[in-house]
């Protein structure tokens, strides 16, 4: 009886530690402590017999029991550490980086130089507290002009050769129109900036396109003045094209008064780059804004054209073809 349950005993520890040391996950490996040393397990069941055994015997076949016991849980500790072990390594491996290999060629893509001119014009504007703002490219005759002072016979429209849609609106010609759009929807104090598209009705050619860029600029306060607007030009040009002579020029706009156009010194010649003004009073009533209280001033400048004198481009049109061995150069 007693040697018959110590080689039992013996013969589930050899066949438990083959097994264990079979043991390929851990899954498997809870399995078999499980199996083994569970409550329900085979060497409960073992031990389960010793009810019967008498009084000398039953602690020798304990004493070996718990030999058979530790044995057991020791393989499964080695086996559990040894297959932890082999996962992390496996996953190690399986994310291994291989920094020699060569990289996938992506072509690398540019800013467009007139988004290039935008983005910086923008980032000056916003530098000094301006938002930025859009509109629409259709437009009503109001917004385009009637608002901005300019009514329907009023000489200043032939300046700008408009598409008009069969609808009666129209492609706007300048992002004027922005100017009344943002004063409506907000109430001074008002530093907004607008970059967008516009339309004129120009035959193409080097140096004209139907469609071009402008960015819009505009501040509306208690007390702006004159020298406001010569501050604000004068820190932005030199912020876009370094530290080169400006002029103010005496000139018109329906919507600023005094208008005034700005010119700047690039390579011996004065170049004209935009036009200011301060903003006339009808405007400001125009947006129910009392003339009396705010003044304000505004600018427009093309795009286009700083882009042309940034980067010494001789002709508007190089600007649309998408002619990569063109736009690389930016
Ligand atoms: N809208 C004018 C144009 O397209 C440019 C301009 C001039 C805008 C004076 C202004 C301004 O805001 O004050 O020719």
Redesign the pocket.
Same mark, same amino acid.
Do not use: D, I, K, R
């Given at each position: 009886m007693t040697s018959n349950l110590e080689t039992q005993l013996l013969a589930l520890q050899q066949e438990g530690e083959k097994a264990i040391a079979a043991a390929d996950t851990l899954e498997r490996l809870e399995e078999l402590r499980v199996n083994y040393l569970g409550k329900k397990g085979q060497l409960g069941a073992l031990l389960r017999s010793m009810g019967q055994m008498s009084a000398e015997e039953r602690p020798k076949i304990g004493a070996i029991a718990n030999t058979v016991k530790e044995s057991l849980q020791t393989s499964l500790d080695k086996q559990r550490t040894a297959l932890e072990a082999a996962q992390i390594q496996a996953q190690l491996e399986a994310e291994t980086l291989d920094v020699t290999m060569p990289g996938i060629f992506r072509p690398q893509g540019r800013i467009h130089p007139l988004n290039g001119i935008i983005d910086r014009a923008l980032d000056i504007f916003v530098g000094m507290g301006y938002t930025v703002a859009q509109g629409s490219e259709m437009e009503t005759d109001y917004y385009n002009f009637e608002a901005l002072n300019t009514p329907p016979d009023h000489p200043a429209r032939d300046? /700008?050769d408009t598409f008009y849609l069969p609808d009666g609106n129209l492609l706007r +010609?300048?992002?004027?129109s922005v /100017?009344i759009r943002y004063m409506e929807k907000e109430e001074p104090p008002i530093r907004v900036v607008a970059p967008g598209r #516009?339309y004129r009705r120009d035959n193409v050619d080097a140096t004209h396109s139907a469609v071009f860029h /402008?960015i819009? @600029? @505009?501040a509306i306060d208690e007390g702006l003045t004159f020298t406001d607007l010569k501050g604000t030009i004068k820190m932005f040009l030199q912020a876009m094209f370094g530290d080169l002579p400006i002029r103010f020029r005496a000139s018109y706009?329906p919507? +600023?008064e005094p208008?005034a156009e700005v010119d700047l010194q690039w390579n011996g010649r004065w170049l004209e780059v935009? *036009?200011? *003004?301060m #903003?006339d009073p009808n405007v400001l009533k125009a947006v129910g804004y009392d003339p009396e209280v705010y003044t304000g001033?505004?600018? *427009?400048?093309g795009v286009e054209r700083f882009a042309m004198v940034l980067h010494q481009i001789d002709d508007i049109r190089r600007l649309y073809a998408s002619d990569l061995r063109f736009l690389r150069q930016f």
């Open positions: 300046m /700008q +010609t300048h992002t004027s /100017q #516009v /402008q819009e @600029l @505009l706009f919507f +600023t208008s935009m *036009g200011c *003004g #903003v001033f505004a600018a *427009g400048f």
